[in-house]
């Protein structure tokens, strides 16, 4: 299940529009990294098929042809809408799912682009009055037919929410995505670490900036001016 905003080189919403063709190499990129990784691994000749889900926005962001040129094993699930979104085609016959380009949920920490699956329609999600992120809710749906969570590829704030669930995901690899700033103007961990706590980031303030409830007095102002 490929995302987008815990890639490598990605570090903008505005990107996908801006900087499309940039935007769609680095998914391409990272994606053959792994598919060179599965090469390299022992467990390599016993892999039958491996399931690519498009799973950023509308799921039209990966070439198939590129793809299948990488290994013939590889089939591409693309388009929108579809059922189980981001896990479609999900059964027992799967000995593993890999998370690839995940990311914090909406209000992490040292998230790179946080949010809670589409902001537009989702802000937060509870289970049990327990806020869960994709990756919860992805791995919890893969764990109904017992099959376990193997790679990881995010920010920083997703490990840190994975260490806690670790039940969830048992066994699995995460590669860290590092987040550098190159002249866009990108808040990363490391300028955190050195000028401070930058706090909860936007989804967060939109409702608590120092006490300002910022929603609520773009609500009132619209009513009443």
Known sequence: SVDIEGLAGIVHFSQEKEEKQRFRKAMHN???WIIEGIHQSEKNDEIEEITIADSHGTGMNLDYDYLSDLDDRISLISGYPRPNYMMPLLDESYDAVFF???HGAVGSMHA???H???LSVIHRLRINNKAMSKTQ???AYASEF???VALIVGDNALKEEVNKVIDMVNDYEYVLIEIEDQGLNVVTYEFALKYG???PVYGHQWRDFFGVDQLLNLERDLKEN
């Open 30 to 32: 990272q994606l053959e």
């Open 100 to 102: 690839v380009g995940y």
């Open 112 to 114: 790179n682009m946080d």
């Open 116 to 118: 809670t699956y589409a």
């Open 137 to 139: 809710i992805n791995a």
């Open 146 to 148: 017992n099959i376990p």
């Open 197 to 199: 706590e930058l706090g």
